[in-house]
């Protein structure tokens, strides 16, 4: 690569973090590619860290040392996420959400990949620190939140899915019992997918009285996996406290009503933001 | 916010513009942003647009007038596409990919969110300038290179379900023929996720006849919506000619053997690069 100045080497160097969270990239890195000094390149950094940790976009982490570098950790402030998550609510206090059964539409909301990727900054913040190997979701409306959530903190995806597919290869096929209807269902995880040992993250966009993630927590089981974590989106509050499954988890929002006489919605800043 | 000075606003500026693909930004937006002339703005502009033109990161689009601002089209050029797609066939030939039946087990590569994010934005590029409001696929591996590419194009997804879903709401279901098996499946969308006369890309991680995808392009039709396009990751080559249900479609890579006796895989780069 040919000479850059500071200004053109602000702004590769901005997306070059930006695109990959997490990795420690050596300060060398930078230096062979724009042909500077090292010394440039931790002035560059010194500004671009300013910006980042200024404007809310997450830590830029400098490691001394033969095997340092500097580390790009997407994090999203307090109120920054207080602020995404009102609007969220007010989307889904519409009332026209209301289908029969007292579900709620949200798939518009889970289809827009710019909300998902701030939905994944936040769960990947609430979970800073935490040691995790891999995120997992089970199919379908998770996916998204899954992988925003797997992409800033770099890291892959485990997809459990319903049933045994043959493009999965061996799987192990658990049941579970759905806390909410207590109907049974099955799912199913490739023996390849998950490493003995991993730490998993289990994201889901929806939780009521948690049946589908206690079904993931068990798998984890049968793999020797443990769970670091489970973060969902939108948990329902309409769940008697000795009905829910699963009680350590991080919620951003939680539905307190779902009222389809009336037509009323009621969404309020989930557990993430109370403790 | 503050004042920012030139390096500063470069690193801002490069966040701002890499997270809004696609949107129209006044240059009033960030000469308020910072508290700077537009002349400035517009110097900062031309060097982002320089670093980003000249790193292969895509377009950065000035118009000019009233209604005028800067818009940044992410592009991957060419040469840059094509040695990510020759990594991954590469990595799709590794033998122990071979499943019962000659299948392919891509899961682990589907997980990883930075491949599917490069995938998306070769997709993006190759259907650069056609006009499209909505990215749909069918549940379920289809979905992070769905999202994506939807990301890159700055639109939102539509998701087909293989089953009527009571979160849904009403929906439209079809019955379509898997093309290399014959059998017979059901699709189904939710009336109120696509607008009548959308435009819509269908992308998908894997197609072999092409029934899935036609499946999709029949409920297009349900919904008086037109195709823009399709995209696949992965096209299967072992099909006869007259066997495939659709010819008008973008792939990134080729199987043109799955050989489960001698254990023998071969991934070639799509037709995207030989059109």
């Known amino acids: ?15 070059f973090l930006l695109e990959k969270p997490h990795d420690l ?59 995404f998550v009102n609007r969220l609510c007010g989307q889904l206090e519409q009332s026209d959400r209301i289908l029969p059964g007292g579900y709620l539409y949200m798939s518009d909301l889970l289809g827009l990949p710019s909300l998902m990727e701030q939905a994944g900054k936040i769960i990947a913040t609430a979970f800073y620190g935490v040691e995790i190997d891999v995120v997992m979701t089970v199919e ?22 319903r049933d045994h597919q043959v ?7 658990i049941n579970y019992v759905s806390g909410s209807h ?13 490493r003995e040992k991993s730490r998993v993250l289990i994201v889901d966009d929806f939780m009521k009285a ?18 670091a974590g489970v973060g969902v989106l939108v948990e329902s509050g309409a769940v008697e406290k000795e009905e829910r499954l699963l009680h350590d988890y991080v919620s951003l929002v939680k539905l307190t009503e779902v009222d ?16």
Chains 1, 2 share one sequence.
Request: charged share 20%; glycine share 10%.
């Open 210 to 227: 948690g049946g589908t993630v206690r079904g993931m927590v068990d798998l984890l089981g049968e793999f020797n996996a443990e769970v």
């Open 25 to 83: 990239l050596p300060l060398s890195t930078f230096a062979e590619r724009y042909g500077a000094a090292k010394s440039s390149v931790s002035e560059d950094l010194a500004i671009i860290k300013e910006v980042f940790e200024g404007e809310g976009m997450g830590e830029l982490q400098t490691l001394a040392g033969a095997a340092g570098g500097v580390r790009y950790i997407p994090r999203m402030p307090m109120d920054m996420a207080l602020a």
């Open 167 to 173: 493009t999965e290869g061996s799987a192990v096929s």
């Open 260 to 275: 389809s006489k009336v037509r009323r919605i009621s969404a309020h800043p989930g557990n993430y933001f109370s403790s």
């Open 1 to 15: 690569m040919k000479k850059l100045k500071r200004s053109q080497r602000l702004v590769d160097m901005t997306q």
């Open 140 to 161: 379908t409306k998770g996916i998204p939140l899954a992988y925003a959530t797997a992409a800033q903190l770099g890291l892959p995806v485990v997809l459990v899915r």
């Open 182 to 194: 207590k109907s049974i269902h099955t799912m199913s995880l490739s023996r390849r997918a998950l």
